[in-house]
């Protein structure tokens, strides 16, 4: 395809790259689906959809579906993420803290990565014995939003000034005090703030030098009550940065 006119073959790549990304991560989120599902959610042309869902399919990044015009995730991706855990330190730190905290609060356990703007899950335990909350894989939370700002409170001053900067004056009161109540108990707290009738407690993973590259997050439905487990969260998100240090 050729650049329109103004636009580099630079720009074109990057954003067939990001549309992509887009048809992928819809995919993940709400497969199996088809084309025109995915051209709803990302917003883009059933034509545009269906070139990069072909290249997709042709990588092994998606693969069609068991009933004729569906797609799903690939089993590439599979072997992909066994190599990103392999190289991921976090990943490896974290999977026993993940398991023996979703056994002791019988709750659905969550390692989020810290990205630019938002956390993301990497990791997801969910306990089969009880009622328990589906996590989205693909489901990506603000800085300002309930247990991103576990994150956010750790962050260099500047960016924690240019996020509060572009929230809307209650938005902003409600995420200062958040962030204030992550540096004195360690743990944000989202009463249905992200997803109605769901109350998730986070505590962030840091580096040496202090900075967040992960939440740890205890996610259940209301009236479970996983803000009992703070403390044991709080532990156990200090547990993976420890190991972390020692590792380096």
Request: with cysteine; charged share 25%; aromatic share 4%.
């Amino acid at each position: 395809m050729r650049p329109e006119a103004g636009e580099s073959e630079g720009g074109q790549s990057a954003q067939t790259a990001d549309r992509a990304i887009r048809v992928l991560e819809t995919v993940a989120r709400h497969g199996p689906c088809r084309i025109a599902d995915v051209a709803r959610e990302t917003n883009l042309e059933r034509r545009i959809v269906g070139r990069l869902m072909t290249s997709l399919v042709g990588g092994g990044l998606i693969e069609r579906g068991a009933s004729a015009g569906q797609y799903d995730l690939g089993s590439r991706l599979i072997e992909l993420g066994e190599l990103a855990e392999h190289r991921n330190g976090l990943l490896t730190r974290a999977r026993p803290e993940v398991e023996k905290l979703m056994r002791a609060a019988s709750a659905t356990t969550v390692l989020h990565k810290v990205y630019d703007g938002y956390i993301a899950p990497v990791l997801v335990r969910t306990p089969n014995d009880v009622v328990s909350v589906g996590y989205p894989r693909g489901l990506r939370i603000a800085f300002h939003e309930g247990t991103g700002r576990a994150a956010l409170a750790w962050l260099p001053e500047g960016t924690i000034d240019a996020t509060l900067a572009r929230l809307a004056p209650d938005d902003r009161l409600r995420c200062e005090a958040g962030l204030a109540e992550v540096r004195t108990g360690g743990v944000a707290f989202s009463f249905g703030e992200v997803t109605r009738g769901v109350v998730a407690i986070g505590a962030a993973v840091r580096d040496a030098s202090g900075l967040p590259v992960g939440v740890l997050v205890v996610v259940a439905p209301e009236g479970r009550h996983p803000e009992r487990y703070s403390s044991e969260l709080a532990a156990a998100a200090r547990r993976i940065s420890i190991a972390g240090d020692s590792a380096t």
